[in-house]
Nanobody
Framework: QVQVVESGGGLVQAGGSLRLSCTAS????????IAWYRQAPGSQREWVAS???????NYADSVKGRFTISRGNDESTMYLQMNNLKPEDTAVYLC??????????????WGQGTQVTVSS
């Protein structure tokens, strides 16, 4: 079965850095991680960053200039480099992946998330 797994979260002081990883597996079709979201306690899930198969990237205003989304050693792996972390970045970070056939998305999959906690 398709699995999307995030890792790399943890506890860090304000101003510190973390690198999150997302790996998608379990299908003979392409599985392409395309976006990071986050959800803080008592808040709605919000979009953080996205990356197309062609490499185009977009970022939420709140993280622009601090976070960088990138591909790993293969297209099924995606990273989120987070620098200059702030307490307001504290949230569960989730990865969204698309199943791709002939360059078109067929299905959407989510990981269970990795906790990022930023202390003052």
């Amino acid at each position: 079965q398709v699995q999307v797994v995030e890792s790399g979260g943890g506890l860090v002081q304000a101003g510190g850095s973390l690198r999150l990883s997302c790996t998608a597996s379990g299908s003979t079709f392409r599985l392409l991680p395309i976006a990071w979201y986050r959800q803080a306690p008592g808040s709605q899930r919000e979009w953080v960053a996205s990356r197309t198969s062609g490499g185009a990237t977009n970022y939420a205003d709140s993280v622009k200039g601090r976070f960088t989304i990138s591909r790993g050693n293969d297209e099924s792996t995606m990273y989120l480099q987070m620098n200059n972390l702030k307490p307001e970045d504290t949230a569960v970070y989730l990865c969204k992946a698309n199943m791709i056939r002939v360059g078109r998305p067929l299905s959407e999959y989510w990981g269970q998330g990795t906790q990022v906690t930023v202390s003052s």
